[in-house]
């Protein structure tokens, strides 16, 4: 990781930037989605359940990023994309800290040949040293060798799992912990390896492992404010969202661990723990934490949107022990390959579900001037 530069940044903090989400609802633009968190209080809150940053607030203490799903690749230009990502985060009025990289960094290395994964991991080094900020990488699944029936390397192979990618980016463990100016900073690792009937495989899972060495990190915390970064989520509401029975509630994408973790983090300062995985934004809070889920640097592998959430990361900053945060997205133009059909027509059934939404919202908005009549 490079050590900071001296940013170019001024005591105003961020300059109000692009934020992102859905098209459009009910007049508010995706561009105008804040966040902050304060503390007190149970229950659960979705999309639209937090309360706007406050203007005129004093600068923050410090501030950082969560950049997920990055899925650094040369197909479609993703690796040009990243470069995008990171001239933005180089141009923000005021210079991050340091940036938690939140998972699937590389594109694939579950099905996807060895050298060309090799290659990818490369790339997101290179790419990422250019922030010239500190950086601390979290495992996704697509950041580890083989662990799939489709693996393109001998079951056998040594690189086979974590060892590959942890090696290539200086990494001697999977899930660790570091303190900054008073807050408690904890990486999970939420790949959790296991024997198939395929060979070697993972579940989304921390494991009684981790959960140990983690409710003994947090108690030497001391009750410092924390936050953990996360791959795959302790929450996630895509079945509710997508209104299908028949989807499994894990479904691969939420830990099958996490009411451990929660007790866990709840016995503690935990502020907010960062999710990626879905590509599509989240804020859940419950029991006094947020479960934060960044959209993805690259949006549908950099192949358009992904459901509406533009490529982006998430910019936090902290007050004393409060943190707020909110998105911003970057300029990329999609680049599909001749042979990328699936693409081509889901961003074409996008553009018919969006024609479609707006026809009906100009014929209710008509209905209004029948009703009064």
Known sequence: MKKPSPGNGTPNGYQQSPVSGNESKNGLSRRGFMKTLTAGGAGLALLGGCTPVLAGKRDA?????????????????????????????????????????????????????????????????????????????????????????RRK???????????????????????????????????????????????????????????????????????????????????????????????PSMHHMVITDNLQLRHILERHNVKAVLQGHS????????????????????????????????????ILETRGDELSWHRREFDWEHHLEPEDDLERERIRQREEFLQEQNRLREEERAAVDVLNN
């Open 61 to 149: 203490d410090f501030t950082f990023l969560h950049m997920t799903d990055m899925h650094v690749r040369r197909k479609r230009k993703g690796h040009e994309g990243y470069r995008k990502c990171i001239e933005s985060v180089k141009a923000l009025e005021r210079t991050p800290d340091f940036a938690l990289m939140g998972g699937d960094l590389a594109f694939d290395g579950l099905y996807t040949e060895k050298d060309e994964f090799a290659d990818q991991i490369e790339l997101y080094k290179t790419i990422s040293d250019s922030m010239e900020i500190p950086y601390y990488n979290c495992i996704g699944n697509h950041d580890v060798l083989g662990l799939n029936s």
């Open 153 to 247: 390397v001998p079951a056998d192979d040594p690189d086979i799992g974590h060892k590959m990618i942890m090696d290539r980016l200086g990494m001697d463990r999977s899930y660790y912990s570091f303190d900054r100016d008073g807050w408690h900073f904890v990486v999970l690792d939420t790949i959790y390896r296991v024997e198939s009937d395929h060979g070697p495989s993972y579940v989304p899972r921390l494991g009684e492992e981790q959960l140990e060495w983690l409710r003994f990190d947090l108690g030497a915390a001391a009750g410092m404010p924390t936050v953990c970064v996360m791959h795959i989520a302790a929450f996630c509401n895509i079945g509710q969202i997508n209104a299908d029975p028949n989807l």
């Open 279 to 314: 590509h599509q934004i989240e804020d859940f809070y419950y029991n006094g934490i947020w479960y934060i889920t960044s959209q993805s640097v690259s949006a549908a592998w950099w192949g358009g949107n992904w459901r509406g959430f533009y490529p982006g990361y998430t």
